[in-house]
């Protein structure tokens, strides 16, 4: 099975995205992410990095107000 140039690049990109993770169950492969149209926004990354960033992490826990009478 051989891929053109422009379908080598996204997997790459796949790849190296799958390599920062420290996958847990299901993983799927590259190819698969392409052939199913799936593609990393580099562009929008920062974007997504300062939305994720915001959200609460496991250890949160919302403040408790006293509520005066």
């Keep these: 099975m051989g891929f053109d140039y ?4 996204y997997i790459h990109q796949h ?3 799958l390599g920062f993770l420290q996958p847990v169950g299901l993983v799927v492969s590259p190819p698969a992410l392409v052939n199913q149209g799936v593609y990393l926004d580099r ?3 920062i974007e997504y ?3 994720l960033s915001s959200l ?3 250890d949160f826990e919302p403040s408790k107000k006293s509520s005066q009478p």
Excluded: F, G, N, V
Excluded at 6 to 9: H, M, V
């Design 6 to 9: 422009e379908t080598l690049k």
């Design 15 to 17: 790849r190296e995205w």
């Design 43 to 45: 562009d929008r990354a």
């Design 49 to 51: 990095q300062q939305l």
């Design 56 to 58: 609460p992490t496991a």
